[in-house]
């Protein structure tokens, strides 16, 4: 770095003096932890014409120990905290936070961190933070049909529908009889089938209902014979005894 070396009169080097005292009460006045510089670098961005590298120096200092330095600290610290209430009030406003539901434990936990620490990248934020938000994420999660049923979504309002159509078939199953009970039965059958594809039972559970079913009445298991003669047996049972009617009733979603 090159070296000048100047010689001022007593006049002109109290004039510049005078401009930097004026330099410095207004900057003390506009901010009072401004990084005042020294004479030297006063004069050197006169005489370069430039007072960038005085601002550049005092922005600077401001990041490293002034209010914005204080504020950033406490909201690293706090961050963590901003995401937990944002997740705890998401609901109360008519938002969900869901996951997904075949996650084990452990596979939840893992993505929750991964998801933090992607978070805490993308924002170039300290990793210390990846721990503490990837609990608070974790803490606010819920499992997705757990916040459909909280939401009322058109896939749970279609399960519970399912459901209560299982319901009322698996009633006709054992309130009826012969060729009618049969048929209960199937369209029961079809009802589960299609409640274990939507989610709406689990295997086990339709499994279990059928095996009831069989306990309790076994006959309508066996099939009846399909002849000339069946086929006219039913037909007289339809002719003298015509199904009950039944009243239609409005469900609610």
Known sequence: MGQITLNLKEETLASLRKDFDAFLRVSLKLDPQFATPSFEDYLRAKLLDNMTPLTEHAVQRLLQGGQYAWAKRTLDKEFPEVVSILMRQAGEFGFGFASRPEWTPD???????????????????????????????????????????????????????????????????????????????????????????????????????????????????????????????????????????????????
């Not at 596979?107 to 503490?132: F, H, N, T, Y």
């Not at 896939?155 to 078939?169: I, K, N, T």
């Not at 079809?190 to 709406?200: K, P, Q, S």
């Not at 002849?227 to 005894?241: G, I, K, P, Y």
């Open 107 to 253: 596979e939840l936990s893992k993505q929750c961190r991964d998801w933090a620490a992607a978070i805490v990248s993308e924002a170039q934020g300290d990793d210390s933070l990846v721990d503490p938000l990837a609990a608070q994420i974790k803490s606010g999660v819920q499992d997705i049909q757990a916040l459909e049923e909280s939401m009322q979504t058109p896939a749970w309002r279609l399960s519970e529908s399912l459901r209560q159509r299982v319901y009322e078939a698996k009633i006709g199953c054992e309130q009826a009889s012969g060729s009618a009970a049969r048929e209960r039965l199937g369209e029961l059958r079809g009802l589960l089938r299609m409640g274990v594809t939507h989610g709406a039972f689990q295997k086990q559970e339709a499994q279990q209902i059928m095996e009831y079913l069989r306990l309790l009445k076994p006959e309508i298991f066996v099939e009846e014979p399909d002849d000339v003669f069946a086929r006219f047996a039913a037909w007289l049972r339809n002719f003298f005894m015509p199904p009950a009617r039944t009243t239609a009733r409005g469900q609610s979603h």
